[in-house]
């Protein structure tokens, strides 16, 4: 009996071996999606899908269609009215004054009014809701320094509901170009229904938020660690209607996975291209590629408080340093020509953007000037170890341009340079951040909003939230806040000479612009990219 | 008959001398010490034509160690883009990588770090494996269960995971150090992961050899118990053990690479063949360039090839039932 | 019997409870602050940081953390969330299943080809066949998972387009076919040397040779006799790497892009995020210790002179 048993054991698992393989066989594959409906590469979103909640791409790509805002970005970065009727300044702008159009509604029928606007942005502000957008309130009276309520307030004191169509929002200082930043997802408007009785933003509408853009979620919505899938919202009628008949991002852990999927026809859209497809994607005929000039800007910061890095001769060692990398090299070696080298502290996409910022030749490959340099700062003091830049090897490319710039500067300057890895973004960001860092590392910026002075003030302004290197120059800060109350080409000429500032004491050591790439299915129209990097979805179709 | 009948006291029949004569092959020599386990072995081991060539493998990857220019002449750490995949030439066999270092000279340096991680890790393991096992097997009872309940514990999480995250802690705690530095490093956070595979076996041997015969007979003649683990129990034990081992240490060379490529093995200013191998995976994906792929994984394959043949012929050599065919 | 199967499951508590506090001290003890993590480029508000931080417990001494998470896992909490605000036991249920269905085919794979192939290398010891097997097992044995994945991924699925390139979240056993390969791999190769070995001893072995003597034909004697026999080594092996084939799936889940429960735990560990890190690796404690009773129960059936009591 018992060998009887055993036996049918043994069989009972060969059976389920070959059911499996059968099984395996019959497995066909299930894409065929051959309707308008664009798929486009994601990533699970990190937070709430709540406007003033979401920081990031994953979570940011999903709400910029699912809402609209008071303005919207046209594809060249300028902005149109679309759920604003009008957004006029006081005399010296630092009040500005919103007229909501009448007949926007929420997909659950709800209509946008003003308090759909101020609401949200109090809730955002307010530390107590733990929002990680509070930052894009700063500008505003009645927040602190990093855009929080200030103590002892539930709101901002800035903002001020009118009747239902209209709301004033008063500023700390004058801003001319203050409704750029406006049609950041932070600044959406949110429902009344998403309020739960304690005042809180409920789970369930940070899961399946209700919205007011031009596409609305599916019954499916977001499928965790999958997919967001969205269809048109019927009622839309802003600036941003759909081409096509819905939008499905599908969530990758990796690029190099979603490229080969582009590759094979299961992905229309990846707005990026992964380092190892750097040097093929544009030959690839499986494809179709772009690649141009983008928005966000890389640098190396080299902190005052370092040793040798004060005053005069730190000053010498960032130019010597600077002039010690040898951009073009990297860009063209590394990248492959998907980074363009920085000629100023900003960005070629914006308006106003020059190549002959004064004292720019820095950024400029000079081995020479660059070993007369370092030598005039060893005559102050002399320098001895190893000069070490610090990245997170999270980020594409990260690791190689650092060993390629430490190599470089190891080559000309004849000293011990090397390249130092922090694992992931955060490992860095919190040694950064406490300060407790002590070597060079790298640094980046991506606008809020398209404007030069986005590049400049948050990040190198005394006391700025994003001043790493705990920069200070009394004339740069003034020349800030002037330009920020300027218009036209007086506006650009302070810009340019705070930069002229910066080009001398080298806060940040730029390195090069990231170019915007991407890659579709060769059958997709309409592609474009925005300011932000990114296609405008709406658009696009097969 | 009466010279053939028994007699008186003699219980049985005894054949008398002259028809059983005694054969030279008979002669015992006393004072022959009777011939360990472990010669037996060496005598088999040299006749193993497996044993010779993984020992030609391991010598020669011990002389690019020890000896580095007797290969290369050029710098591993000199990286200079102008030389981005430039092709083979005198004195660089195998051409340039990504960065422009020298491909067969990173791999050549790169032999250090990989196997140091691998012989250490087995050493620690090992030792570390041996005497908790031996301990369990040896007294039993709770000591035995508490061993093997702590050896679950760390054998049930998932090694690579484990490691990511304990060489993330110590990088954080010692974030300044050299090469052995790290390299200690990787060696702590497999090695603590990996003891238990050598405590269950440790463990399953002693258990075995506990109650053969040889050891009640030493148990008999008054052996103390720590005596007898140290004299009989261990040394019978450890032949399975070894062989573990050797296996073993191919995998955790394979374990570093897997280490850097999930970004949290040796830092990338140390060369190893998993830095190589993490930095060739951008040329795997796109298909060109493949060289600097198969050199590091030629010379990683290779070095564990050589280790899990020695590994091979040690176990043909100590395993009596494999000795049978 | 059991008797003996309750006695097992009680003692999986403390291993249990080791192994999350091992992990757990040591995402404590990990650098970074993930809030920051969270954050990004932007700057964050001291109070805003110190609310999320008090929210997750993270100023708390690390045992008082270490027994919330046990509170909220032991209970089934379906507020206990992972650092981005998502239910942990949610992600856990989504990653689960292609996990499971990708290790157990991998198993099932390294079992169908490690068997056959190890038995008829074992029938013919030092023969052709079995030196060819042993020298194409010791190469895979020494070759890193990640570069046969992407090589098999460059070849089978960009190249000649056999197989897809990758899974995504709509997986199905036909696209988790080259990754479950890809994952067998290095099991394969032992799971075929552990059945050559285990084939060969046999084979020598006494019953055997009283088999033979009976007068019982080849295949009679190799499926009677000497297949049982060998196989109780080599399910012990395949049954116990259950738990490690789902935790090496890290790696293969991260090349074709599979939204299981490797990936999921790389992401937390990388994030910082210990609530979800923790209980993957529970989990992961969990398949490992109910696997190995599994195999000691089936170890009963298959050699009838072992018996629980």
Redesign the interface.
Known sequence: MRLSRRTRLAGVGLAAAASLILAACGGGDDSGSDSNVITVYGTNPQNPLIPTATNEVGGGDPLNNLFAGLVSYKTDGSVENEVAESIEPNKDSTVWTVKVKSGWKFTDGEPVTAESFVKAWNYGANPANKQLNNYFFYPIKGTDDVGNTVKGADTVSGLKVVDDSTFTISLKSAESDFPLRLGYSAYFPVPAKAYGSDGKITKEYGDKPIGNGPYKLTAKGWEKNKQISMVPNGDYNGNRKAKNEGLTFKFYNST?AAYSDVQGGNLDVLDQV????L??FESDNQIKAYNEPGSSFSSITIPERLAHFKGEEGQLRRAAISEAT?RE??TD??FNGARTPAKDFTSPVLDGWTDKVEGNEVLDFNASDAKAKWAAADKISKWEGTFTIAFN??GAGN??FS??MA??IK?TLGINA????Y?TFD?LRTVVTDRSIKTAFRTGWQADYPSMLNYLGPIYATGAGSNDGDYSNKTFDKLISEASAATGDERYKLIGEAQTILLKDLPAIPLWYQNATAVTSTDLKGFVFNWQQKPDYYALSK | MSESAARPGQARYVAPLEETPLRAIDAVVIDAAPESQWREAWKRLRRSPLFWLATAIIVVIMVAIFFPTLFTNADPQ?????R?FAPAGEGHPFGYT???YDVWARTVYGARASVAVGVLTTIVATLLGMVTGAVAGFYGGWVDTLVS??S???????????C???I??I???YPQRGFWGSVLVVVMALSLFAWPQITRQMRGAVLEVKNLEFVDAATAIGASRLVNLRRHIVPNALAPVIVTATILL??FI?AE??LS????GL???VASWGND???A????????HLTV?WVP?TA??????GF??LG?AVREALDP??R?? | MWWYVGKRLL?TI??FL??TL??YA??F????DPILGLVGDKPISPEVRQALRDQYHLDDPFLLQWLFFLKDVVTFNPDFVGLDGQPVFEKIQNAFPVTVTLALMALALDAVIGIVVGTFAGLR??GWFDSAT?LVS??L???????VG??LQ?FFGV?FGLAPVTVGGDWTIGKLLLPAFVLAIANIATTLRLAR?SV??N??ADHVRTARAKGLSNGTVVRNHVLRNSLVPVVTYIGINL??L???A??TEGIFNIQGIGNL??QA?NRGDAPV?VT??AV??MV??FMSLVVDLIYAVLDPRIRYV
């Open positions: 190099d992964p380092p190892s497809a040097t093929t040898n090299q990297i070696k590394v090897n999270d690791k190689e060993e390629a190599n470089q080559k090397e390249a130092k890895v694992p490992e | 000199d990286g200079d883009l102008d981005q990504f960065l422009g309940r702590f679950d514990i760390f054998f049930s999480i998932p090694l690579l995971l484990a990511l995250v304990v993330a802690v990088n954080n705690l191919g995998t394979v690479t897997s490529f999930l970004g949290l830092p990338s200013n191998l993490s930095g995976t951008n040329q795997v994906r796109s298909g060109t792929m994984a990683l394959a290779v070095t564990v090839l899990i043949l091979e039932k494999a049978k065919s | 003692q403390p291993v080791g192994a091992i992990i040591l995402v003890l990990r650098p970074g010891r030092n042993l010791l190469v044995l020494s070759v890193p998972i990640f570069v992407f090589v460059l190249k070995t060969a001893d084979l020598s738990g490690s789902m935790a090496g890290v790696i735990a790389y560990v890190t993957v690796v992961m404690v490992y210790v």
